[in-house]
């Protein structure tokens, strides 16, 4: 018999135990890798070439407090700006749901395209969403999660204006990082409401990545002191400062691993503890005729990382094969328009596990280290 096999007859030795052991240490790493991307998805949102020039503009005070909408001629004669659109969110419930699973957005029509030049959609899509007055623009995977089709109609119960509208489906986009908005005319906002003259934000397109400071700092100062200043910062800057406004998602979800790998310690520790335990005669045996301390302990770290490791592979490994090739939107219901597990977090899985593997080999190890010959043998199987 080879150490190798010896090895893995030993670790197997009660299956229905090293099986547990496995399984409880591949469901704690996959939820420690989910718990990672999510983390990621959730502070590092998904960045496309065109965010790079997109800039939004929002009341300094709120971003609730609404803005006037004579300010888009200002805005426009600033130099380096090569587009800019209202974009008014109007929080409106789809068949009576609790929540909302997609936003819907107030826009000009004509700026879709200049403004948001990576979104995908037919011509004959962006063609009626600039001459009917009540179409609407939705995102792919709302699409899908509704059933949705072109000519279609929708109802929306607004919860922050006066109305419920009701839209036509002329087009379902699809190529942004965010696939689940929806998006309708502004002037029909200003019609249902009747609340004219005000927008939500203002988002717009700086021709050059070289101008972008110039132009938020044109914009900051261009209503600087008036009745409805602004606060102008790039698309990522203004996600990250949306998302800031959650709490400290990044402590909690940290608290949260702390917890699941000092679990998983305590359970790894437990069960290696029990199976050196149940093999202190046949150690004993070793140690008599001429195994060393240190090849003893070399048996019990490699019996622990072999498990850690095995239950890595399926846990993260797991983890990697149904977020990569999974339809995340769909088993998240739409909360996540994509899940990437990155390298980072992979190493980050099978790190955890190789110290797992390698702390719970520890106390087992002190204990054949100290335990005698005489003292082994009388040790009952």
Known sequence: MTIPTFILKNALRNKRRATLSILSVAVSLFLLVTLLVALREITLPAEDVGAALRVAVRNKISIANLLPARQLAAIERIPGIAAVTPFTWYGGKYKNEEGMTFAQFAMDPKKLRPVFGETKMSEAGYEAFEKEKDAAVIGRISAEKYKLKVGDKITLESTVYPCTMEFKIVGIYSGTPDDRN??????????????EGMVGMWWLRVSSAEEMPGVIDAINKKFANTSAEVRAETERAFQLGFISMWGNIKLLVTLVCSAVVFTLLLVTASTMSMAIR????????????????????????????????????????????????????????????????????????????????????IMPSLAV???????????LD
């Open 278 to 361: 149940e093999r202190f005669r046949e150690l004993a045996i070793l140690k008599a005729i001429g195994f060393r301390r240190r090849e003893l302990f070399a048996f019990i770290l490699a019996e622990s990382f072999g498990l850690a490791m095995a239950g890595a592979l399926i846990g993260v490994g797991g983890a990697y094969v149904l977020f990569t090739y999974g339809d995340v939107a769909k088993l998240t219901n739409g909360l996540f328009p994509s899940f990437e597990v990155t390298s980072k977090i992979v190493g980050i899985g099978t790190l955890v596990a190789a110290m797992l593997g390698i702390i719970a080999s």
């Open 369 to 379: 280290a100290k335990m005698s010959v005489t003292d082994g043998l009388k040790t």
């Open 182 to 195: 929806m998006l309708f005319r502004h002037d029909y906002l200003d019609e249902s409401s009747g609340v």
